[in-house]
Every structure is written in structure tokens, then in C-alpha cells.
């Protein structure tokens, strides 16, 4: 009985010292003035940026020396914002990166906040409006955007030319294409080819997704036949069998460009998706656009909340994006960054954005149903490609998967 | 399993206590302690009294307000955003922690019970004391008291720090994450969360997850059994292979097979997964011979379900029968040989002693491990994991692949792309229900059970 004194004494003391610290911390009060910025800023990024992102942060701090910013790598990568921030958001960075399809539902989680109306008219004017399209949801802007990401095609020069990777076809009767059907994000856009929306045309609507019906039948049609045709490899390292010349072309992001371009060398080719043939008519094969932003945690303390939003705005600005590409070849949304000589000149950056265009790519849509869509439209894409899902099953699977994915919450 | 104590005859009834008790052995039912200090037991009685004073503070400033918010887990549910002028920019005013309340709640609720244990120690303590008076004997002093405490009660000593770890470390927490299963934790409900009873049980057993828990369940006890059997088969069968006479080199082949042990197994796993990757080494090696066509596709996301099976429990095999040939090894060395040794003069022959004569006593001593190796089957993460990650991907599932046990489903649901805290808690508990359920039936049959 003695110990269990002692267990009811320690913890009503542990209990009482939280108590009181907890009340210790709410009572802080902000008093800083709306004109001069000052605080303390944690600002997350992927691992390989830390070292350019302290260089635009220097930047920063010449126009806003009374801001103390710590540049640290997010515990997961910027992919994964969703979840470490929901983790502990109190811990988590004030500033930190993140893709705009996480934006919806972290903002109606509250994780972020919107953006200030002076912010929301300066990303307004400067940035291409994809971009902005693409931070904002329910009519307000979330985040800070500064570059943008759709799949192209890349291809090896010696063994296919510009002309024949206008067609998928073509393409893939003359070389080996290497790509991989278990990743909804290379095609899932195929139902975009077919004529479907996903969440309406705004990606917005939650019954607005159209895909059981004759069009959605004709993308799994396509993406069954893509099992018989031998020149169609399915592989979980694309790169590897560019490499070892297995593959002469594959579809693959901004993100590995660079690394491509090491593979090919002096043969690196680089174009917009081909044409497909789908329900027997020749369309645009399409791909998601993505829109990397940054966002102000909610979490963060009132009294940094000016200073968080105002490097979150300086780290996206032109000047920060083309230190961006430069080091990363992350293609910008600033309208003049995106005519500077040096994004004119890459062809890579120019297939992108290319992609980027609304003709060739569907925004992705921000609503929280999303994490159901990923879990679900994989297995769907991957079975009508191995042939395990049958023809007469695509009617009945996309109805069932048209419901998941439109469920409210 | 425990045998009663013989109860002794009671010292004095409470009754007794209250109606012939002096004014502070009456007091004491109130105020813990008051009789020990009146007779003179200090440490005892002060002890006592700190505790309830403590506990009486603690409640009136926050045991009070987290018992009750536990009943509602905060009552703000949603966040607000609201514009700060001053700082021209929005605020989000969040929805009360229900975490925090909860894990606070359960902590009141500990304590709480901890109180009434105490109460009744008192009570205990107080009749005691008021036996010992009435009947003219002996009451212990402080120093009595505490020497106590190293001698006949040593047994409370030592077993302080251990109970005090346990209930903080092991029972705080798994009634916090069992909670879990009764709210809407999940990504809907991060932050601000309710209790909604059986809704995620329901979830898991009969709404949007049935179609998942089912098969998956089915696989996970499909596997668990093939992967106990196999490897405990092999294992003993290459137990003796190695033990039997005419075999040289015998601590070379144990070593061998010990090394495939001795790896750390998610090395090995991360091996074979490249090995018998679809354009692995394996099947580079089957093409360039010409014994196949076509590239057979093992464990990929695109694989055919009964090949990834069928792999996963091979590969499984590979890693398992090590550790069974080196525990059967011990066994067989230490086999008495006169039975072995009469089974033969009576012509048996080998396959029969093997039967009737090695192969039980084997059993018999290693059927609690065979259990174990079962439990620890049917929750076999790494294996799946590193090996499959669950693919294929199965059109049919919820969040899980073909090879996914319930608990790298579990997995996935925490940590994958929907978040389901509460059905995550919910399978736990019923992975919990059926290793528990499967190994106490199991235990309460074999023979060493029945014989020990």
C-alpha cells in the first residue's frame, strides 16, 4: 500500500506541474507591430534542399534581419506533409513544403491557414494561373506556390526520333517503352483521356466524378491491351532499364530529370505525351499536374504568424524560384521566371510546362477523399493491366469504385 | 491455475470498528490516517493523510474537470478561422486536444482507482490497529513499522518500481489505445474526436471494412499455420539429416545453416525481394538458361496471388527452418537412445521410429514453442513487409494487398493513406482476441500442460 501512495503522490505532481505549465504558455500575448517583421521561424524541406534553401533564407534575412529562420529537413519528406504535421503540429515547422493536392484537406483539418488578402494579390499577379488554381480551395488561397510538376516523356535520341513519339503506337512499335501500371499517378489521367472528370471539371465536386459509364470502360480497354503489346514493359525501376538499353523511353517527372539525363547523355530527348488511342478515337494522353507550395502552419504562435507568412512569400518569390530550378530543375510559376532565357532554352523545362497546359494535364484535386481514390484507383489500374480484372467486370468495378471514392465523410 | 487461500476468520467487522472505535478510529473513515497518528505511527499516518490532502487538491483543480471532460473529449469540435487585423493575417482557433483529454482522462481514472485501493488499505489498516487495542497487544512503532518494510513485507519493497513501471508503461497506454476504438479518431477527426461506441467495430466486421478484415483474417491464419508447420517440419527433418550417423562434418553444416540465422533478417528479406524482383537476378538467370519464356512475376504489385502465397511461405521457410533445426537439434541430442534402441531389435524400421518414436518426443517437448511461433506467425510484420509490402494488389481490398496480414493491414491504415486510428484499434484488439484465444486453447491441450 505504500507504493500506491507513492504512485497517487508522484503523479498528482507530475500532473500539477503540467497543469500549471500548460497554463504558463496560453497567456502569452502578442505585441508586435504590424509594420516591422520580427520572430522565430522553423521552416521545413526536403533533405536535398537544405543547402539552397539556406542561401534564399540569407536573402531573406538581408531585407528582414529581425526574422530568425532555422532551415531543417521534414522528418519524411515534403510528400509526406500531410501526415507529419498532423503528427504534432505544435512541433511541426511553421513554414513548410508541401503538394497542393494535400492543401484541402489539411485546411479543412486546420492545419493550415489561408492565405492574408495582400498575400493572396501579390501570388495572384505574379504566378501563372494553374498555379493559383491550384493552392486554392472552397475559394481561398492556402498556399504559396512555386513550381509546378507534370509527368512527361522521355526518351532515348538514338533510337527513336521527334516524330515518332507523337503516337504511342508508333512509339511502341519501333522501341521498348518501360513504365510502371501499378502507379495510379502515371495512369489514372488515362480516364481523363477518355473524356471522364475526376471530382467535376473543378476537381472540387464530390459526385462529380464520371467514370462508370462507356468511357471509363474504353481507359481500362486501353490499359488491358497494354499487357499484349510487347514493346509495353512493366517495371518498378524504369531508370534501370533505361540504363541497361532494355527501354528506350519512359514517362517520368521533373524530380528525375537530371538523373535521366545522366543515363542518356548525348541522347536525351525529351517531349509531351503521345497521342493514344482510346474508344477508337485519337486523344491527348494526359497527366496529373502538381503544384508544389509552401504553407503556414496554424499552429504556429500568433505572434510569428506575420513573420511565417512573410518568408513563406519571400522563399516563393521569382528570384527564389530561379534558384530553385537552377539547383533542382524544379520548373517555376512565376510568370517572368518562367520567360527567363534560361527555362526558355531547357527542353525539359519547356515539355513541362507544356504538360503543365490545361489541354494536357487535369490539376489534382485536393479533397480529402483523395487518400481513399489512391488506395483504391491502384488495384483498379493494376488488375484490368494484368488481366485479372475481366472485360465484362469493368462495369461493376467502376461503379464500385465510382462510390468509394464520391462517399462523404 | 491459483489455489485459494484459506481464508482466516475476520480480526473485527467494519461495523464493530465504526460502533465501539475511540473518536479518531471514527474520524479515520474520513480523514485517512487519523488513527495511526494517534497511535503514534507517524510515518504511517502521515503518509496517509498527505495522500488524501494531495489527491483532494489535485481533484478539486483538475481530477474533477478531466474526469468530466473525458465523458465528452472537449467540447469544441471544429476548428475557426478567424482574421487578425493587427497582423493582417488569418488565425485558425483549433478544436479542443482530444488526445491530450483522453490520455489525461485515463490517468484520472487510474488515480482514481488507486484512491479507493488506498481508502481500503486504510480501512484495513485502521481495524488493524483497533484489533490490536482491543485485545491488549502489541502496536508496532515507527520503527517497527519501517523495518517491516525490509523484513516481512519485503515483498512490497522490491515490487514498488516494477508495478509503478508497469502501470505507467504498459497499462496507462493499452487502455489509452484501447479507448481509441471506441471514438472517430481518424483523418476526419484529428484533432477534436467523440466516442461513438461500437461504430468502428461495426466499421471493421460489417461496414466498408468487412470486405478486407475477412479475407485478410483468412490468409492471416492460412499463413500462420503453413509457416509454423513448414518450418518445424523442415526444421526438425534437417535436425536429424545432420544428427544422424554417417554424416561428417556435422558443426560445419549446423554453422552454415546458422548463418542464414545470424543475418539480420530484414537484410535477408530485402535480398530475396530484389532476388525474385521482376527483373531480378532469379529471373534473368531462368531466362538465359531458356527454362522460361517469360519472366515469372513473384511478389510484385501485378504478381498472381497464389504465386506471391506460395513465395512468401517458401521464402519464410528459408529464414524459419534454421531456428527450428537448432532448438530440434538440442532435442534430438538429448533423446534417451534405449527406446530408439529397442524399437530397432523389435525391426522397426526407420521411418517408424521416426513416427512412433522421435517425432512425439520432439513434439512434446517443443508444442509451447510450436504456440508461440504461431502467435508470433500470425503477427509476422517483417516477413510481409519487407518481403511483399502486401502486394499484389488486390481490386477487391480496402487499403491491403494479397500477401498483407491483419497486422501490416493495421499498419497500413495508421500510417498509409486514409488513417484510421479507431479501426486500427479495433483490429488490435482483435488480433489481441484471437492470439490470445488460439494459444490458451491450444496451451490447455498439449501434453505438456497436462504432465507439468
Known amino acids: 500500500m505504500k507504493l500506491i501512495k507513492k504512485i497517487a503522490l508522484g503523479s498528482s505532481a507530475v500532473i500539477a506541474m503540467t497543469l500549471l505549465a500548460a497554463c504558463g504558455k ?109 493552392v486554392t480551395w472552397k475559394n481561398q488561397m492556402y498556399g504559396y506556390p512555386f513550381a509546378e510538376q507534370a509527368q512527361t516523356l522521355y526518351y532515348n535520341k538514338s ?8 503516337s504511342w503506337d508508333t512509339l511502341t512499335s519501333k522501341a521498348t517503352l518501360a513504365t510502371d501500371f501499378t502507379n495510379a499517378y502515371n495512369f489514372y489521367p488515362i480516364f481523363f483521356s477518355a473524356g471522364t472528370n475526376l471530382y467535376g471539371k473543378n476537381g472540387e465536386t464530390l459526385k462529380g466524378t464520371n467514370v462508370a459509364n462507356q468511357k471509363g470502360i474504353n481507359a481500362l480497354t486501353w490499359l488491358a491491351q497494354q499487357k499484349s503489346n510487347k514493346n509495353v514493359m512493366q517495371t518498378s525501376n524504369t531508370l534501370n532499364q533505361l540504363k541497361s538499353g532494355n527501354a528506350a523511353a519512359t514517362i517520368d517527372g521533373p524530380w528525375n530529370t537530371a538523373n535521366i539525363k545522366k543515363i542518356l547523355g548525348k541522347n536525351f530527348g525529351v517531349a509531351k505525351y503521345p497521342t493514344i488511342k482510346v474508344g477508337g478515337k485519337n486523344v491527348q494522353m494526359k497527366a496529373f499536374l ?20 512573410t518568408l513563406a512569400q519571400f522563399i516563393t ?59 483504391l484507383s491502384a488495384p483498379l489500374l493494376n488488375g484490368s493491366y494484368t488481366g485479372s480484372i475481366k472485360a465484362s467486370d469493368y462495369s461493376a468495378k467502376l461503379k464500385t469504385f465510382q462510390d468509394a471514392i464520391s462517399k462523404k465523410n | 491455475m491459483f489455489k485459494r487461500k484459506a481464508k482466516k476468520p475476520k480480526e473485527a467487522t467494519y461495523r464493530e470498528v465504526w460502533q465501539h472505535g475511540d473518536l479518531a478510529t471514527k474520524l479515520s473513515f474520513f480523514i485517512m490516517g487519523f488513527a495511526q497518528l494517534k497511535n503514534k505511527q507517524w510515518v504511517k499516518g502521515l503518509s496517509f493523510l498527505i495522500t488524501e490532502v494531495v489527491f483532494l487538491i489535485w481533484m478539486v483543480f483538475s481530477g474533477v474537470s478531466a474526469l468530466s471532460m473525458l465523458t465528452t473529449l472537449g467540447t469544441i469540435k471544429h476548428k475557426q478561422v478567424v482574421f487578425d487585423k493587427t497582423q493582417g493575417v488569418y488565425i485558425t482557433k483549433m478544436p479542443d486536444n482530444s488526445v491530450v483529454i483522453l490520455l489525461f482522462g485515463v490517468l484520472a481514472v487510474i488515480l482514481v482507482i488507486a484512491m479507493i485501493g488506498l481508502y481500503v488499505a486504510n480501512l484495513r489498516s485502521v481495524r488493524h490497529l483497533y484489533a490490536l487495542k482491543r485485545d491488549g497487544e502489541h502496536v508496532p512503532t515507527n520503527g517497527e513499522d519501517l523495518a517491516s518494510l525490509l523484513d516481512k513485507k519485503l515483498y512490497g519493497t522490491l515490487l514498488a518500481i516494477p508495478i509503478a513501471g508497469v502501470v505507467a508503461f504498459t497499462i496507462l497506454p493499452t487502455v489509452y489505445m484501447i479507448s481509441m476504438a471506441f471514438t472517430n479518431y481518424d483523418s476526419k477527426h484529428p484533432i477534436g474526436f467523440s466516442w461513438t461506441g461500437f461504430a468502428a467495430f461495426k466499421n471493421v466486421l460489417s461496414g466498408d471494412l468487412a470486405g478486407t478484415f475477412f479475407p485478410v483474417l483468412g490468409w492471416t491464419l492460412v499463413w500462420a499455420i503453413c ?27 549446423r554453422t552454415i545453416f546458422v548463418i542464414v540465422y545470424a543475418v539480420p533478417q530484414f537484410i535477408s528479406l530485402l535480398m530475396m525481394a530484389q532476388f525474385l524482383d521482376l527483373q531480378g537476378p532469379l529471373n534473368t538467370l531462368l531466362l538465359n538458361w531458356g527454362w522460361i519464356a517469360h519472366p515469372i512475376n513473384f511478389i510484385s504489385a501485378s504478381a498472381n496471388p497464389m504465386v506471391a502465397r506460395i513465395t512468401v511461405i517458401i521464402v519464410n521457410m ?87 496480414l491483419l497486422v501490416t493491414w493495421l499498419y497500413n491504415l495508421v500510417f498509409g493513406q486514409t488513417q484510421r486510428y479507431n479501426a486500427s484499434a479495433v483490429l488490435g484488439i482483435l488480433i489481441f482476441i484471437i492470439s490470445a484465444t488460439v494459444s490458451l486453447i491450444a496451451y490447455r491441450r498439449t501434453n505438456a500442460f497436462k504432465e507439468g
Open chain 1, 26 to 134: 496560453s497567456s502569452s500575448s502578442s505585441d508586435t507591430s504590424s509594420k516591422k517583421v520580427s520572430g522565430d521561424v522553423k521552416l521545413w524541406v526536403d533533405t536535398t534542399q537544405v543547402s539552397y534553401y539556406k542561401t534564399i533564407v540569407k536573402n531573406f534575412n538581408k531585407k528582414y534581419p529581425d526574422v530568425n529562420v532555422k532551415v531543417t529537413q521534414s522528418p519524411n519528406g515534403s510528400a509526406n506533409a500531410k501526415t507529419d504535421v498532423g503528427k504534432d503540429p505544435a512541433k511541426a515547422a511553421d513554414v513548410f513544403e508541401v503538394p497542393n493536392d494535400q492543401l484541402g484537406s489539411m485546411a479543412d483539418q486546420g492545419y493550415i491557414n489561408p492565405l492574408s488578402p495582400d498575400a493572396t494579390k501579390t501570388v495572384k499577379s505574379d504566378n501563372v494561373a494553374t498555379s493559383v488554381k491550384g
Open chain 1, 159 to 166: 533510337k527513336l526520333s521527334a516524330e515518332d513519339v507523337k
Open chain 1, 290 to 309: 502538381g503544384i508544389e507550395a509552401f504553407a503556414v502552419n496554424s499552429h504556429t504562435p500568433t505572434k510569428d504568424q506575420k513573420a511565417a507568412s
Open chain 1, 317 to 375: 518569390n521569382k528570384q527564389s524560384q530561379l534558384i530553385v530550378y537552377k539547383q533542382s530543375g524544379q520548373i517555376p510559376v512565376d510568370k517572368s521566371a518562367q520567360k527567363s532565357s534560361t527555362v526558355a532554352n531547357d527542353k525539359a523545362a519547356q515539355a513541362i510546362m507544356t504538360m503543365a497546359k490545361p489541354e494536357n494535364s487535369v490539376l489534382m484535386p485536393k479533397m480529402s477523399q483523395m487518400a481513399t481514390f489512391w488506395n
Open chain 2, 227 to 253: 509457416a509454423t508447420a513448414t518450418t518445424f517440419f523442415f526444421g526438425v527433418l534437417l535436425a536429424m539429416l545432420i544428427e544422424s550417423k554417417g554424416i561428417k562434418h556435422k558443426g560445419f553444416w
Open chain 2, 318 to 404: 528459408w529464414i524459419g527452418v534454421p531456428v527450428s533445426m537448432l532448438v530440434s537439434t538440442a532435442i534430438i541430442q538429448n533423446l534417451p537412445q534405449d527406446q530408439i534402441e529397442a524399437a530397432r531389435i523389435d525391426g522397426a524400421n526407420a521411418f517408424q521410429i521416426f513416427r512412433s518414436v522421435t517425432f512425439p518426443q520432439i513434439l512434446f517437448v517443443m508444442a509451447p514453442a510450436l504456440i508461440q511461433q504461431f502467435i508470433g506467425n500470425i503477427n509476422n510484420f517483417n516477413v510481409i513487409f519487407l518481403l511483399t509490402g502486401g502486394y499484389p494488389m488486390n481490386n477487391n481490398y480496402n487499403g491491403a494487398g494479397d500477401t498483407d
